[in-house]
């Protein structure tokens, strides 16, 4: 399957080198469960708890429209995030479910003048369909091929102006036991952070939060990661097996 999206400033891309990988694991039932993104960053190792946003990506398709494209910056400033400047990656439940979320930059509308053009390189390997989604409203291009047997390959240019546009790039539909790699290339980024990758978790009742920031190294980040669903851990089962066994024996006298 091919599926090319492109507009009048699209960008040829140099090649990348893949650098993240998702896998799902199934979850045992009846028992309190989290789906976590494990990624790996040079040498650390950092989990993303997905949350959710509700109505997000209703339109489904391909695109990310301005509309949701607003919702995902008003649901990080909401939290007191800070997208300006940053790439943000996130994963959230919506209404193409399981989606991991990278938000390149934000804005606010009071830049002066006319700022310098940001260009971000971008790769996307997986094994399935293509359920990714852009917004190349402000440029660039994103172009999805075949890579031999069941593999995609993405390989897009997103681009900017630092708070005068924005745009964004979404993974949809995570299934168990699929995977995942991705890399992220400075083509010429302006006015952004030192610490330009900030890894957003969701954590309960205080909601979103920033959770780990990283840098360009060699203009490159590349991450490597797994989603997974958390369960207690075999301690925390052998109580509630505990538990039950006593419950039972209650029951019975």
Known sequence: MNRVQRQDNALAMPALV???GLAVAMAAPAVAEQTVLS???NGETIDLTAGSIPGLFAEGGSVISPADLGEIQDSLNA???ETRGHLSIMLAETEQGLSLINLFDGVDGTAPG????SVLGCQLVWEGIDTTMVNLDAGGTW???PGGGDLLVGVGAFQWQAD???EA????DLSIGQSLYLQFNDLGLHDMSDEVLQLITFSGAAGWQVEQTVGFTDD?????????VIIPAPAALAVLAAAGIRGRRRRRA
Do not use: E, F, N, W
């Not at 006319?114 to 053009?117: A, N, S």
């Open 18 to 20: 893949a650098g993240v």
């Open 220 to 228: 490159v980040i590349a991450i490597d990661a797994t989603v997974t």
């Open 39 to 41: 990624m790996t960053l």
């Open 143 to 145: 172009v999805v091929s």
């Open 164 to 166: 005068i546009s924005y």
């Open 114 to 117: 006319t700022p310098p053009t």
């Open 169 to 172: 790039m979404s993974m949809t």
């Open 79 to 81: 939290a007191g995030i």
